[in-house]
């Protein structure tokens, strides 16, 4: 599978040697539109990145390159590793967080994941929403995201 993704690069990110690839983790970007999550997502003063964003119609950007660490995740855990940005790759999908998420974009992301799930090696176990993650801190990707559909295409243990 060959995807389209535009490159929309932010300068938020650390350089790890070594880094392992455990984790993917869903978010939304909760801002009014899409311009201003880009925005956001490189600015310097912000200091957030992912690696992709899937925009409401299905386009993919690239904001930050597999190997090098996003910063989305901020504080956070699953089982005994903390602080997961390190060992993840974040998605954020453009959406204020309270409305449902497109089709178009829906699609975009399960043929990402599909991609990444496959190229590291990533157990369906571990892909999660930044909600899993840093619960009482976080609410995304929100109770809106479509779980069961990831689950149907056996990309996630979440239903």
Known sequence: MHLKIKKKPS?????LKDRRIKYIIIHYT???DQKSAI????????KVSCHYLI???????????????AWHAG???????INLNS???GIELVNKGFE????????????????LKKKYQIKPTYILGHEDISPGRKTDPGPKFPWKILYNHKLTKKH
């Open 55 to 69: 925009s409401r119609g299905g386009k993919i950007y690239q904001m930050v390159q597999d190997q090098d660490v």
């Open 30 to 32: 909760g801002m009014k």
């Open 100 to 115: 449902s998420f497109p089709e178009k974009q829906i699609v975009a992301l399960i043929n990402v994941l599909k991609i």
């Open 11 to 15: 300068k938020n990110f650390d350089k």
């Open 87 to 89: 060992k993840s790759i």
């Open 75 to 81: 504080k956070s855990k699953w089982g005994k590793d």
């Open 39 to 46: 925005k956001r997502l490189q600015s310097k003063v912000a």
